[in-house]
């Protein structure tokens, strides 16, 4: 049992909480109203090493664990959870070459962390609530060939990044695989750029394969550890937990502030229960959500052991990340109805932490996970 | 002897037009209105092509809401589903907004004839000046003051979310003329548009939802009106065959017969989504495992009862208006029941569809953001629980 954080923990906590409010949070409206990141914000992010982990000489000395992954991840969605989550994404696509990938892939890892026009993009989720063991597309080998076929949706920076890495399984094993998809190839159909409710500074996309490429576009060529890539997976999808888990605590400290403040029938809004137990039934969830995504990230750190690990791990990863995404939606509605008719201004930054969280909430659900409750 | 919620034929029949009309013309335009902050172009023929009457107030000699024999206020619930059902931003171009309402309830007669009767039969868009930005449910910390000078009233302060208020014929402006007096010091002014000293801050205010939807930020700078400007006086003062009802509370209760219809407004962006999902999900039922499959299919009809429930308990609401016994806690139990759960209904449809459901490819995530505003205004959620709390435990109720 260990749940005091070290120093290096607590460090890095501190320094992701202080980007997160210093640069992300006052760039959030322009990024959103442009459609994109910032130079100086992006390269504020990744020169932090706190999103695109990768071993790298520009990046410090190596791959940061998934728990402290976790942490930067909710302390940089504090300051706002689009910008994070873009970093984040793209730092997936790094991470996935720099710890998977050949020699030659790896350098694209490097470009990431040092360039900062580079984007990552990662070709991951399906939607119908399917997980990584039910991912449908597909990566065969078949002599010099390689061929990867499927669709995927919210896959980030689509069409912006030169180095697209997909996800997918070979249909004779059942192993996941990946592969490495040069940019502008001609088997790579993009859907169109509709825009979404949040998160639209990662410029997520469907995309659809039909792709063959030299057999050497597998991640990793033929030396691949299906293990321990299925666990870069699971640390993967977990960010989407910490970044809702960020998001709603940031809304709930706003929240909670505006009705320290705001006066009504003679005493300050924090006098009523009706609105502090509203926050603290949430803080509560939150809290619950926090450790949930923690020990899901412990137990990918623990990782490297089978099977039958990556299949209890992949349950906990599911169950952190629906309930955090959903606490989030939760908690961003509360909060916003707290600040009553202004929230439902974009004079406070509610309402953007309010669709932010019903992205999130979409990304990777699984109906398994919850039922729909009516709210009274 | 039994009891029915059974509609008629006709207002059936009434409401489904209404539903057809509002997804094949309005619907189309919807996203437009989003992305422009502002009503589409064209909007007013695509309201002329309405098969039945919705009872327009941009037009003379529009067509009315018929008369059923369910009753006005029942008929309105059928009319706000209906017309939402398509896309909301129908409703802020029919409704000319709602400052005319309090002329009705607490104006002498000849203030009806001047003020409400023209927006009946001419169609005239009228503002609506409650919301102040240090005050919003609790309307007896307004700060907006109208002072007696002589034959005027002098107003200063500032409003916020003034419906209508930018391109209004008038606003009806709540302000106090004493503020020792509290609540009862409060009275309902009536301000032309180009008065001077009456400042349009923000035509528009930016907003999550209802974009459309025309609010405003005004600022009174030495707004000068006539005497008989305030509702239930004459030029001479106080009028004798005046309502009796004070200013605030009689303007009030105005809104309060319209919180279902808010309520019912939220039960057709909820079923609008509900559909539009159910129709794609159905198309990648394929997609789906067998089992998460079975689940859909569970949380559909789910939501659907959820949605159900609300309705039947805005038809009691309204058919107790209807019948001369209006229940300001029935209209409260309708209003805080369903928005909220409505929200919950929009989320899951969004979710069950993934990235799809959040994308601006569909109108969900529209429908997701504009009905977030109705458990707030017209009386929070929290305010229909502090109601429903009183009725059951009286004055203890914090």
């Known amino acids: ?155 980030p920076f689509a069409a912006a990044a030169d180095v697209l890495v997909v996800i997918g399984t070979d249909p004779s094993t059942g192993i996941l695989r990946a592969a490495v998809v040069p940019g502008g190839d001609t088997g790579v159909t993009l859907d169109p750029a509709y825009g979404s409710i949040g998160l639209g500074v990662a410029q997520s996309r469907g995309v659809g394969f039909d792709v063959s490429l030299p057999a050497d576009a597998a991640l990793g060529g033929d030396s691949s550890d299906p293990v321990a890539l299925a666990l870069s997976v699971e640390r993967i999808r977990l960010l989407v937990g910490a970044a809702a888990v960020g998001t709603a605590q940031r809304a709930l400290d706003y929240a909670a502030e505006y009705a320290q403040q705001r006066v009504a029938f003679g005493r300050a809004i924090a006098g009523f229960q009706g609105v502090s137990f509203l926050l603290a039934d949430k803080q509560m969830q939150v809290e619950a959500a926090r450790l949930e995504v923690t020990e899901a990230a412990a137990s990918i750190d623990l990782g490297r052991k089978g099977a039958d690990d990556v299949r209890s791990l992949r349950h906990a990863v599911r169950e952190a990340v629906n309930y955090a995404t959903e606490t989030a939606a939760m908690t961003t509605r509360d909060a916003l109805q707290v600040l009553g008719g202004h929230g439902f201004l974009d004079d406070h930054p509610v309402e953007l932490w309010y669709r932010s969280a019903a992205a999130l909430a979409a990304v990777d659900f699984d109906p398994l996970c919850s039922a729909f409750a009516p709210a009274v | 002897m039994s009891l029915s919620f059974q509609l008629s034929d006709e207002l059936t029949d009434y409401g489904r037009k209404l539903r057809d009309w509002s997804v094949h013309e309005a619907r189309p335009l919807a996203r437009e209105a989003d992305d422009r902050h502002a009503l589409p172009d064209g909007w007013s023929k695509v309201l002329d092509s309405c098969p039945v009457g919705v009872g327009r107030t941009d037009v003379p000699d529009a067509e009315p809401i018929p008369a059923f024999p369910d009753g006005e206020k029942v008929t309105m619930l059928v009319y706000y589903e209906n017309l939402n059902y398509g896309d909301p931003w129908v409703m802020t171009a029919i409704g000319g907004g709602i400052g005319h309402l309090p002329v009705k309830k607490i104006g002498t007669p000849a203030q009806i004839e001047k003020w409400y009767t023209p927006v009946i039969t001419s169609g005239l868009t009228t503002g609506f000046a409650l919301t102040e930005p240090q005050c919003g449910s609790d309307t007896s910390r307004i700060e907006t003051t109208a002072m007696r000078d002589g034959d005027s009233w002098v107003l200063n302060g500032s409003k916020i979310f003034c419906s209508g208020g930018a391109r209004a014929e008038y606003i009806t402006v709540f302000a106090t003329t004493d503020k020792s007096a509290g609540p009862r010091g409060i009275a309902v002014f009536v301000v032309p548009k180009d008065t001077p000293g009456l400042i349009i801050v923000k035509p528009n205010e930016s907003k999550l939802g209802i ?86 299919e569970t949380e559909l009809g789910r939501m659907n009862s959820a949605l159900d429930r609300g309705r039947r308990l805005n038809l009691k609401a309204q058919y107790l208006v209807d019948q001369g016994t209006p229940s300001r806690v029935a209209a409260a139990i309708a209003k805080g029941f369903s928005p909220q759960t409505c929200e919950r209904v929009v989320l899951r449809c969004m979710q069950l569809l993934g990235p799809e459901g959040t994308s601006k490819q569909l109108l969900l995530e529209k429908w997701y953001r504009d009905i977030k505003i109705i458990d707030i205004f017209e009386g929070t959620g929290q305010i229909q629980r502090l109601l429903v709390a009183r009725q059951l435990m009286g004055r203890a109720v914090g």
């Open chain 1, 1 to 155: 049992m260990e749940l005091t954080q070290s120093d290096e923990l607590a460090a890095v906590a501190e320094l992701a909480r202080g980007l997160g409010l210093d640069k992300l949070s006052p760039a959030a409206r322009s990024a959103e109203a442009a459609g994109q990141v910032d130079d100086a914000v992006w390269q504020a992010l990744t020169g932090s090493g706190l999103t695109t982990v990768a071993r790298t000489e520009h990046g410090g000395d190596g791959v940061i664990d998934a728990v402290t992954h976790m942490v930067a991840a909710e302390h940089l969605a504090y300051g706002d959870p689009g910008i994070a989550l873009a970093a984040l994404w793209s730092g997936a696509a790094a991470l996935l070459l720099s710890e998977h990938g050949t020699t030659t892939q790896a350098g694209h890892a490097r470009r990431l962390c040092s360039d900062a026009s580079a984007r990552g993009a990662l070709a991951m989720y399906e939607a119908f609530g399917r997980g990584p063991d039910e991912w449908t597309t597909s990566i065969t080998t078949d002599g010099s060939r390689l061929t990867v076929r499927g669709s995927k949706v919210a896959v």
């Open chain 2, 211 to 296: 974009r459309s939807q025309l609010t405003s930020e005004l600022r009174f700078e030495n707004c000068v009106i006539p005497v008989e400007n305030r509702l239930g006086w004459t030029a001479a003062g106080p009028a004798e065959n005046g309502s009796g009802v004070s200013g605030q509370a009689g303007a009030l209760s105005a809104l309060a017969d319209n919180r279902p219809n808010v309520a019912a407004w939220a039960i057709g962006s909820a079923q609008a989504s509900l559909d539009v999902a159910r129709e794609r999900l159905v198309e990648r039922r394929a997609g789906f495992t067998g089992r998460r499959w079975e689940l859909v």
